[in-house]
């Protein structure tokens, strides 16, 4: 039902949306360029205004008699080395009388002789001269022709690969994406180097006009799959594109859901072994977070490590991962129904202990645990947004006032605090649900408050039915819990060696089912030892 | 689309959820009861010989479309609209059946309407989703079933074999009521399931799904009855809830004890699948039968009357007990009498080898006209 409210309410933003279209739609007219200079000129002018970063470089090709031209780039982003050295310098050198020729061959000889840049292309339209010089290439008119060339300079300052800030791995490759998407993708190339490794641009966002690419494996993951997340890339239509949760928004299956169906990571290694199981991953102009789809429920519950440790470890530490997640989102839960409802749950001697702990405290259990979850989102937010001198001064007031002084003045139990402490610190150990974690706790909480263990289990079974139901991409959400597959259970709650994870799961890549092709691996064969 | 698998596990859940209330057959047959079962079991594999029948011979359609294909326009859409009410009638007891255990086990002090209320809620959450309701029954028989099975050894200290002795001393009507009881009650209202039938990817095998659900289904049941037995014994008649007080007995090293929130939480969401599941098969029963594409427009109206219907239908807590006398004999009409007479009437007006429906007949317009037209006339002559 919330899902159906939500539908209706988007229908009501679009229709709102509509009646302010038209006039958008009239500006972005195409307008050819014209063999006019001036003309030309005038009209760039006319788009640019007076903004400085954006710089007419006027003179003649092959020194004081050749043609007039004007090369556009925009200061900053391209490169001023190339612009000068291989651009522009070549061209007033241009020792060739050009003023005879047509303008395909004036086109056709700087393209061949005499501009030193990798990449040319012809544009014919003026939004596609803006749209290049807005990317960083610089692009040259030139008097008489009817078209315009882009020349590759682009260059513009950006940070280094660096380790990432949110998956950080004690064993594994340590750089993270950065804000670039070329060297984003240069860092998948890195890790694939396969000619079967695509990439596929998009321009999204009418003003903004972030570029956006997918990648896939082309023998490896469905074509369906690509058509389908090209066509809701297509569909996106909207001002701006500023980070890929604006992309993740737009292309969910399930918007309403709490639930994200779209995977995102800061890590080269994670988004490439996405893509050779088959995903495809969006890699979006602007922000170090690459999008995977489809994403699975069970892909916040894996680390990268977990494949480069030993598999009992790893094994180990996922059944951790999802006993901290269900304590984090019943915990609270658990311990307002056994303190309300349920108090032969707990055995007597800690009854006698909790209740003694609880003596003084004016609140009933729910209210003190909301407070408590309350107080502890906001140490968390603040403490996210808090320069980093202060951080310690946030410690000092969460740990003294909260949790020390609140309890001796009787505002709260001890052992709320401890649930609350063992709540907020198993949240950590699945960061990407945390989001969906805190929703989920406050809505067991309130039904743990109403109608004590029948309320849980009954709020649990509606997830696991609402979860069950959810898809990405057509992929089923709980895959391969649910529909269950006995043989991808081998990378799921457990994970088997790597050698033998055989094949890629199932329904989510194409023929090509073998990951593995010599099993048992090298070394366990003894017999050929001398 | 609905693998057999899939529906199979279904299945398995739909009999584990009545399994774990069942108390009727510890009335005829005490010790003896895992005979009762077992005897149970294989006069359902029988029962579920003839649900495989009416489905090879009319395949993807469910109950529903398929009286109204073999008994015709009128008499096919009475009796389509007796399983509807039917179906719902197994809502509402099933309903009363959990709010009774949740208000007498859980929630002493909270109105029954209450725990109806947010039980229909979730259920009609679960209609909403259509067949995919069926998705998570896998994970759910091997979690339910793993907890049943720890239970087992748990209690095995506390275990008695005694218990089942002397065997077969009671007379020979008491097992016959009792496999009677464990028929209608768990085993057989898998029927409901063939709701599905127009969902499933191979409509023709279902009656081997149902089959491994009886198998899968009747395992689960018959642990819990032979643990039930073991730790029980003789006091198994004087306990309401034999399966809730065997698992109150599970007690290791002062640690491993009230395991009952485990089994509590076992039952009320296996029943909510279980009423989801009859929930489903009523709504799309009428949607089927009154040829309407969208059968959530029902969810509504029909949550509402059964909220009204469930707090009505027992005045007291003697009259439900009467009731379980002779509720088999009710279930009986739709899950034994009426199947067969479907499969005699289709056997007599179709003969040997009906011809083929498309398995796309999903609750949609004319399969008189298509497909069954020339049979009718074939059969008369």
Same mark, same amino acid.
């Given at each position: 039902?919330?899902?159906?409210?939500?539908?209706?309410? =988007?229908?009501?933003?679009?229709?709102?949306?509509?009646?302010?279209?038209?006039?958008?739609?009239?500006? %972005?007219?195409?307008?050819?360029?014209?063999?006019?200079?001036?003309?030309?000129?005038?009209?760039?002018?006319?788009?640019?205004?007076?903004?400085?970063?954006?710089?007419?470089?006027?003179?003649?090709?092959?020194?004081?008699?050749?043609?007039?031209?004007?090369?556009?780039?925009?200061?900053?982003?391209?490169?001023?080395?190339?612009?000068?050295?291989?651009?522009?310098?070549?061209?007033?050198?241009?020792?060739?009388?050009?003023?005879?020729?047509?303008?395909?061959?004036?086109?056709?000889?700087?393209?061949?002789?005499?501009?030193?840049?990798?990449?040319? @292309?012809?544009?014919?339209?003026?939004?596609?001269?803006?749209?290049?010089?807005?990317?960083?290439?610089?692009?040259?008119? !030139?008097?008489?022709?009817?078209?315009?060339?882009? /020349?590759?300079?682009? @260059?513009?300052?950006?940070?280094?690969?660096?380790?990432?800030?949110?998956?950080?791995?004690?064993?594994?490759?340590?750089?993270?994406?950065?804000?670039?998407?070329?060297?984003?993708?240069?860092?998948?190339?890195?890790?694939?180097?396969?000619?079967?490794?695509?990439?596929?641009?998009?321009?999204?966002?009418?003003?903004?006009?972030?570029?956006?690419?997918?990648?896939?494996?082309?023998?490896?993951?469905?074509?369906?799959?690509?058509?389908?997340?090209?066509?809701?890339?297509?569909?996106?239509?909207?001002?701006? !594109?500023?980070?890929? =949760?604006?992309?993740?928004?737009?292309?969910?299956?399930?918007?309403?859901?709490?639930?994200?169906?779209?995977?995102?990571?800061?890590?080269?290694?994670?988004?490439?072994?996405?893509?050779?199981?088959?995903?495809?991953? *969006?890699?979006?102009?602007?922000?170090?977070?690459?999008?995977?789809?489809?994403?699975?429920?069970?892909?916040?519950?894996?680390?990268?490590?977990?494949?480069?440790?030993?598999?009992?470890?790893?094994?180990?530490?996922?059944?951790?991962?999802?006993?901290?997640?269900?304590?984090?989102?019943?915990?609270?839960?658990?311990?307002?129904?056994?303190?309300?409802?349920?108090?032969?749950?707990?055995?007597?001697? /800690?009854?006698?202990?909790?209740?003694?702990?609880?003596?003084?405290?004016?609140?009933?259990?729910?209210?003190?645990?909301?407070?408590? *979850?309350?107080?502890?989102?906001?140490?968390?937010?603040?403490?996210?947004?808090?320069?980093?001198?202060?951080?310690?001064?946030?410690?000092?007031?969460?740990?003294?006032?909260? @949790?020390?002084?609140?309890?001796?003045?009787?505002?709260?139990?001890?052992?709320?605090?401890?649930?609350?402490?063992?709540?907020? !610190?198993?949240?950590?150990?699945?960061?990407?649900?945390?989001?969906?974690?805190? !929703?989920?706790?406050?809505?067991?909480?309130?039904?743990?408050?109403?109608?004590?263990?029948?309320?849980?289990?009954?709020?649990?079974?509606?997830?696991?039915?609402?979860?069950?139901?959810?898809?990405?991409?057509?992929?089923?959400?709980?895959?391969?819990?649910?529909?269950?597959?006995?043989?991808?259970?081998?990378?799921?709650?457990?994970?088997?060696? %790597?050698?033998?994870?055989?094949?890629?799961?199932?329904?989510?890549?194409?023929?090509?089912?073998?990951?593995?092709?010599?099993?048992?691996?090298?070394?366990?064969?003894?017999?050929?030892? %001398? | 689309?609905?693998?057999?698998?899939?529906?199979?596990?279904?299945?398995?859940?739909?009999?584990?959820? +009545?399994?774990? #209330?069942?108390?009727?057959?510890?009335?005829?047959?005490?010790?003896?009861?895992?005979?009762?079962?077992?005897?149970?079991?294989?006069?359902?594999?029988?029962?579920?010989?003839?649900?495989?029948?009416?489905?090879?011979?009319?395949?993807?359609?469910?109950?529903?479309?398929?009286?109204?294909?073999?008994?015709?326009?009128?008499?096919?859409?009475?009796?389509?609209?007796?399983?509807?009410?039917?179906?719902?009638?197994?809502?509402?007891?099933?309903?009363?059946?959990?709010?009774?255990?949740?208000?007498?086990?859980?929630?002493?002090?909270?109105?029954?309407?209450?725990?109806?209320?947010?039980?229909?809620?979730?259920?009609?959450?679960?209609?909403?989703?259509?067949?995919?309701?069926?998705?998570?029954?896998?994970?759910?028989?091997?979690?339910?079933?793993?907890?049943?099975?720890?239970?087992?050894?748990?209690?095995?200290?506390?275990?008695?074999?005694?218990?089942?002795?002397?065997? &077969?001393?009671?007379?020979?009507?008491?097992?016959?009521?009792?496999?009677?009881?464990?028929?209608?009650?768990?085993?057989?209202?898998?029927?409901? #399931?063939?709701?599905?039938?127009?969902?499933?990817?191979?409509?023709?095998?279902?009656?081997?799904?149902?089959?491994?659900?009886?198998?899968?289904?009747?395992?689960?049941?018959?642990?819990?009855?032979?643990?039930?037995?073991?730790?029980?014994?003789?006091?198994?008649?004087?306990?309401?809830?034999?399966?809730?007080?065997?698992?109150?007995?599970?007690?290791?090293?002062?640690?491993?004890?009230?395991?009952?929130?485990?089994?509590?939480?076992?039952?009320?969401?296996?029943?909510?699948?279980?009423?989801?599941?009859?929930?489903?098969?009523?709504?799309?029963?009428?949607?089927?039968?009154?040829?309407?594409?969208?059968?959530?427009?029902?969810?509504?109206?029909?949550?509402?009357?059964?909220?009204?219907?469930?707090?009505?239908?027992?005045?007291?807590?003697?009259?439900?007990?009467?009731?379980?006398?002779?509720?088999?004999?009710? +279930?009986?009409?739709?899950?034994?009498?009426?199947?067969? &007479?479907?499969?005699?009437? +289709?056997?007599?007006?179709?003969?040997?080898?009906?011809?083929?429906?498309?398995?796309?007949?999903?609750?949609?317009?004319?399969?008189?006209?298509?497909?069954?037209?020339?049979?009718?006339?074939?059969?008369?002559?």
């Amino acid at each position: 039902m919330f899902s159906f409210l939500l539908r209706k309410a =988007g229908v009501w933003f679009a229709r709102k949306q509509q009646s302010h279209e038209g006039s958008e739609r009239v500006q %972005n007219e195409e307008v050819h360029i014209v063999g006019d200079l001036n003309v030309v000129l005038k009209q760039l002018k006319e788009e640019v205004q007076d903004s400085n970063d954006i710089v007419i470089r006027r003179f003649r090709l092959g020194g004081s008699q050749g043609r007039e031209c004007a090369l556009v780039f925009v200061d900053g982003l391209s490169e001023s080395r190339t612009v000068n050295e291989d651009i522009i310098r070549p061209l007033m050198r241009a020792n060739i009388k050009l003023e005879e020729d047509s303008a395909t061959e004036i086109i056709a000889r700087i393209m061949h002789q005499h501009v030193y840049v990798n990449e040319i @292309g012809v544009l014919h339209t003026m939004s596609e001269a803006f749209g290049s010089a807005l990317f960083g290439d610089a692009v040259l008119f !030139i008097d008489g022709v009817p078209c315009a060339l882009s /020349l590759n300079a682009r @260059g513009w300052e950006m940070r280094s690969v660096s380790e990432p800030a949110s998956e950080a791995v004690i064993r594994g490759p340590r750089e993270s994406f950065i804000e670039n998407m070329r060297t984003n993708t240069s860092l998948i190339r890195r890790k694939i180097k396969n000619p079967a490794l695509i990439f596929e641009s998009f321009t999204i966002g009418r003003k903004t006009r972030t570029s956006v690419c997918i990648a896939y494996l082309r023998n490896v993951c469905k074509p369906e799959l690509v058509k389908e997340v090209k066509k809701r890339l297509r569909a996106i239509d909207t001002d701006s !594109i500023l980070e890929s =949760g604006y992309i993740e928004q737009y292309i969910q299956d399930q918007p309403g859901s709490i639930f994200a169906t779209v995977g995102y990571t800061e890590k080269p290694d994670v988004a490439a072994a996405k893509i050779l199981e088959g995903r495809v991953a *969006i890699i979006v102009d602007g922000t170090p977070f690459v999008l995977t789809v489809p994403f699975v429920f069970l892909e916040s519950f894996q680390a990268p490590e977990d494949y480069y440790l030993k598999f009992y470890f790893a094994t180990f530490v996922r059944i951790i991962r999802i006993i901290g997640y269900f304590i984090t989102i019943l915990a609270p839960a658990f311990y307002v129904t056994i303190t309300t409802f349920h108090h032969e749950l707990i055995p007597t001697s /800690l009854l006698i202990a909790m209740a003694k702990a609880r003596e003084g405290v004016p609140f009933p259990a729910f209210v003190e645990c909301l407070l408590m *979850i309350v107080v502890f989102e906001i140490i968390r937010e603040a403490g996210i947004r808090l320069p980093r001198p202060v951080g310690q001064a946030l410690s000092i007031v969460g740990a003294l006032v909260i @949790g020390e002084s609140a309890v001796s003045a009787g505002l709260i139990g001890a052992p709320m605090v401890i649930v609350i402490a063992i709540t907020a !610190i198993s949240g950590f150990l699945v960061p990407t649900q945390n989001d969906a974690a805190i !929703i989920l706790r406050l809505i067991l909480l309130l039904l743990a408050a109403c109608f004590g263990g029948f309320g849980i289990a009954l709020g649990l079974y509606a997830i696991l039915v609402h979860m069950s139901a959810l898809e990405s991409f057509g992929y089923p959400f709980l895959s391969p819990s649910v529909p269950f597959d006995l043989e991808d259970q081998k990378d799921s709650v457990v994970l088997l060696p %790597n050698w033998m994870q055989v094949s890629r799961p199932k329904g989510m890549a194409t023929d090509q089912q073998r990951k593995v092709y010599n099993v048992p691996p090298v070394g366990v064969d003894k017999s050929d030892d %001398n | 689309m609905l693998s057999v698998k899939q529906l199979s596990f279904a299945s398995a859940l739909f009999i584990v959820a +009545s399994s774990l #209330l069942i108390k009727s057959v510890y009335m005829f047959t005490f010790q003896d009861s895992w005979i009762s079962v077992l005897a149970a079991i294989l006069v359902a594999l029988l029962i579920i010989g003839i649900y495989g029948m009416l489905g090879r011979r009319h395949p993807g359609l469910c109950p529903v479309n398929m009286s109204e294909a073999i008994f015709g326009k009128v008499l096919g859409k009475f009796i389509a609209v007796l399983y509807i009410f039917f179906f719902l009638s197994l809502v509402v007891l099933n309903l009363e059946d959990t709010g009774s255990f949740v208000t007498s086990s859980i929630l002493p002090k909270t109105p029954e309407a209450v725990v109806y209320v947010l039980m229909i809620v979730v259920c009609a959450m679960t209609v909403s989703k259509g067949h995919k309701m069926c998705m998570y029954s896998t994970m759910m028989v091997i979690l339910v079933g793993s907890i049943l099975v720890s239970n087992m050894f748990l209690l095995a200290n506390k275990a008695d074999f005694k218990n089942f002795l002397p065997i &077969l001393v009671h007379p020979p009507k008491n097992y016959a009521l009792a496999v009677h009881g464990l028929l209608m009650l768990p085993l057989c209202e898998i029927f409901v #399931l063939m709701m599905f039938a127009p969902d499933m990817d191979k409509p023709e095998a279902i009656g081997s799904a149902l089959r491994a659900g009886i198998l899968i289904g009747g395992f689960l049941l018959f642990i819990i009855v032979v643990r039930d037995i073991a730790a029980m014994g003789g006091y198994l008649q004087f306990t309401n809830n034999p399966t809730f007080s065997a698992i109150r007995l599970i007690e290791i090293g002062d640690f491993l004890t009230r395991l009952e929130i485990l089994y509590a939480s076992i039952l009320i969401t296996t029943f909510t699948f279980k009423i989801s599941v009859c929930f489903y098969a009523a709504i799309a029963g009428m949607a089927r039968l009154l040829r309407i594409d969208n059968y959530r427009i029902f969810i509504g109206v029909i949550s509402i009357l059964i909220i009204v219907a469930t707090r009505g239908i027992f005045e007291s807590t003697f009259e439900h007990n009467e009731w379980k006398r002779s509720a088999p004999a009710y +279930s009986a009409v739709f899950l034994i009498l009426l199947p067969i &007479l479907m499969l005699l009437v +289709s056997f007599v007006r179709f003969g040997k080898n009906p011809k083929k429906q498309t398995a796309s007949q999903k609750g949609s317009e004319n399969e008189e006209n298509t497909g069954l037209k020339p049979d009718m006339a074939s059969g008369e002559t």
